[in-house]
């Protein structure tokens, strides 16, 4: 069995998210439209057919959301190397992931990817470990070349963005600071959301997917 693992916040949290601007106008958490406002990266890879760009942010999903029992919603991101990064693509190999919300200027986020190259060798292939970057250190968005020097520090797997993923989780009322786990199991629901980082607790949740 595998299982995926999203990090959001640690039990010993940085301060509240800053400049995440206005939330996403959704009726409800379970959606059949796409949430948020994708973001429009210059790429001629997997474009879209109207604009000649890549569609990154959150995806059209049906049935989905970021609360415990739920379908995880789909979204494609890029990473350090600027290659497109999609949540599905992993679900569908069966793999438990974890997403490790964090940004430049969290201390415990920085704690949290720390541990991360020790945690994805400790589970091998039966797990996808991945930080996701929201801010840089000056709470703005983050780019690719950002998402790199955070990569090649902690030799982490990096993913760039993510800011309208968490404006969508802020409205669920799940991000209360960072770093914030999801971990979603190899079925593609997220079966623990953990706001706050503590390491034998998110080893415990990973364990328990798998």
């Known amino acids: 069995m595998k299982t995926l693992i999203l990090a959001l916040t640690l039990l010993g949290a940085c301060s509240s998210p800053q400049n995440y601007g206005p939330l996403p106008d959704l009726k409800d ?30 995806l059209p999903t049906n049935n989905c959301g970021f609360l415990e029992g739920q379908i995880a ?20 190999q069966g793999k438990v992931v974890v997403l490790e919300f964090g940004a430049v200027w969290c201390y415990w986020c920085q704690v949290a990817s720390d541990l991360a190259e020790e945690t994805q ?39 760039a963005g993510g800011h309208d993923i968490i404006r969508t989780t802020l409205r669920d009322g799940y991000v209360e600071g960072l770093p ?14 953990l706001p706050g980082w503590n390491e034998t607790t998110v080893d415990a949740q990973i364990a328990a997917g798998i």
């Open 29 to 58: 958490t379970d959606v059949d439209v796409e949430l948020g406002t994708p973001i429009l990266a210059d790429t001629g890879a997997d474009t879209d057919t109207d604009t000649g760009t890549l569609v990154l942010g959150l």
């Open 121 to 159: 060798a400790k589970y091998g292939s039966d797990l996808v470990y991945m930080s996701v970057l929201t801010q840089d250190i000056d709470g703005l968005l983050v780019d690719v070349d950002e998402a790199k020097e955070w990569s090649d520090y902690f030799n982490t797997p990096t993913l």
């Open 180 to 193: 914030g786990f999801y971990f979603i199991g190899r079925d593609g629901v997220i079966y623990k959301h």
């Open 73 to 92: 919603c789909n979204f494609r991101l890029l990473d350090q190397d600027g290659n497109a990064w999609e949540l599905y693509d992993i679900n569908n």
